[in-house]
């Protein structure tokens, strides 16, 4: 079992809390309320990122028809989890699960738990190394690449610097994808606040981590050759909303992430 260092801040187990998740203890607790102190809007990305994700996968399981999921830069693994949504529309729905940090893979393992009729495998893997994921076992094993898949990539671009080629990275993978496979990303953007945007950018270098907002323009790149499903590429609030998600309705400038589908024709 991987030492989960419990008593240290994890990010992933951070954002697990800010979604309302389970998976969290007292010292990632305490760093989250230290930056909803701070940013009072700091709740609105990832919760309006994760209906954007429960949507984006009820939509391709029910409305596309898709049975395989490849959801790469999964996080903490918190309810509805993407099987659970996508086995809720189709039992039979198999989803592999990537992450390249080894304490999420350990919370997932533990808790990503597939129906009877459907699978589950996980895939410590990078996203900047994408042969590695293509050519996996579990990807191999749990997939197959001659039928649709959706390929997730859901607050996970803005992770990888423009140095590392994030256009060269999406292109390799969807090539690998047949005809009638999906793409779903949501993004950061720093499009309605540039200062903050620039400011939380400049906190993560200085821990070391590379965080690339985008404009709608350089998010569109990555789609470039696909089909966008409706509404296109927009704040995710606007993407398909439920009743639900729009009351309380956040503004463009707290929530700051766009999304969109697209199919690969
Ligand atoms: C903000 S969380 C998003 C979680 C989930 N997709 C969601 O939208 O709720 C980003 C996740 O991407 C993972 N990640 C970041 N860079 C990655 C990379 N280069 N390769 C694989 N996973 C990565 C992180 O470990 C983290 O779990």
Known sequence: MDDLRTDVPHPARVYDYLLGGKTNYAADRAAAEAGMAANPDSLVPPRTNRAFLRRVVTYLAQEAGIRQFLDIGTGIPTEPNVHQV???????????????????????????????????????????????????????????????????????LHF??????????????????????????????????????????????KQGVTMQVRPKAAIARFLDGLDLVEPGLD??????????????????????VYGAVARKP
């Open 86 to 156: 996508a086995q809720a529309a189709a039992p039979d729905a198999r989803v592999v699960y990537v992450d390249n940090d080894p304490i999420v893979l350990a919370h997932a393992r533990a808790l990503l738990t597939s129906s009877a009729e459907g699978r589950t495998a996980y895939v410590s893997a990078d996203l900047r190394d994408p042969e590695q994921i293509l050519t996996s076992p579990q990807v191999r094993d749990v997939l197959d690449m001659e039928r649709p898949v959706a390929l997730l990539l859901i607050a996970i």
């Open 160 to 205: 990888v610097g423009d140095a590392d080629d994030p256009y060269g990275i999406t292109r390799r993978l969807i090539d690998a994808l047949p005809s009638g496979s999906y793409v779903a990303l949501s993004h950061l953007t720093g499009d309605f606040v540039p200062e903050k945007w620039a400011g939380v950018e400049a906190v993560y270098r």
């Open 235 to 256: 704040v995710i609030t606007r993407w398909r909303p439920e009743p639900a998600d729009i009351a309380g309705g956040a503004s463009d400038a707290a929530v700051s």
